[in-house]
């Protein structure tokens, strides 16, 4: 059974700095990983899909790796911003099929 | 371009009062449709799964069921409540052979009580 850890659960950083958000799933048998956003009270938006043939994804200020061999994906946020608060998700499917399995996010509050 | 609706935002209910939760999708045809729960302190499960009209599968043995009666229509239901039926409710969107990439609406809190 797939399992997705997401480390650290809450992160609290000043404005201005990089940071780290880490996940590690136990099947490294992928197909692809995504990394999504969620605000408050809100849906899922996405942000990065990674497909198992790639090592890594950018838009704009976040990149995301992915070494599937050791089953850990990381998103990178360079230069926070306050906009950037909110709880990130990692998710990742076995096969081409719909099976989402989510980690518990962590929470990320940037202060200005 | 394609949007995603889920109502009401907010409910609270008390135990033993049914349920029916609604999400509808637009500007697109044949979407895959997804119900997902968050709980506290636990990541997004899939509850159901459809591939069409009348088409439902159940990831999770629970007190909850799911019906599409139209294209793009889904609904999500409970006869009775429990208190372990709270959380936040999402619907999601797909389509084609691209199932994992999920599209989903802004949610419905709901609290039993």
């Known amino acids: 059974k797939q399992e997705v850890t997401q480390i650290p659960a809450a992160l609290s950083v000043p404005e201005g700095e990089n940071l780290v958000l880490n996940c590690s799933f136990t099947d490294s048998a992928i197909y692809n990983l995504q990394w999504f956003r969620q605000d408050p009270g809100k849906g899922l938006t996405s942000l990065l899909l990674i497909q198992s043939s790639q090592r890594e994804q950018t838009s704009g200020r976040l990149n995301a790796s992915l070494d599937k061999s050791s089953g850990r994906s990381t998103l990178y946020i360079a230069a926070s911003q306050p906009g950037d608060s909110a709880t990130y998700l990692c998710?990742?499917?076995?096969?081409?099929?719909?099976?989402?399995?989510f980690g518990k996010g962590t929470l990320l509050t940037v202060n200005p | 371009s394609q949007t995603i609706h889920q109502w009401p935002a907010t409910l609270v209910q008390p135990v033993g009062s049914p349920l029916s939760l609604e999400c509808t999708v637009e500007g697109t045809s044949n979407p895959n449709l997804y119900w997902y729960r968050q709980a506290a302190g636990r990541g997004l499960q899939l509850l159901f799964y459809s591939v069409g009209i009348g088409q439902i599968s159940s990831e999770v043995p629970q007190n909850l069921s799911a019906s599409r009666p139209q294209d793009r229509q889904f609904i999500l239901s409970s006869k009775k409540l429990l208190l372990s039926d709270s959380g936040f409710y999402l619907c999601?969107?797909?389509?084609?052979?691209?199932?994992?990439?999920?599209?989903f609406g802004a949610g419905t809190r709901l609290s039993v009580l």
């Open positions: 999601a969107w797909s389509k084609g052979l691209a199932k994992n990439i999920q599209y």
């Open positions: 998710a990742v499917t076995l096969g081409s099929n719909y099976k989402l399995t």
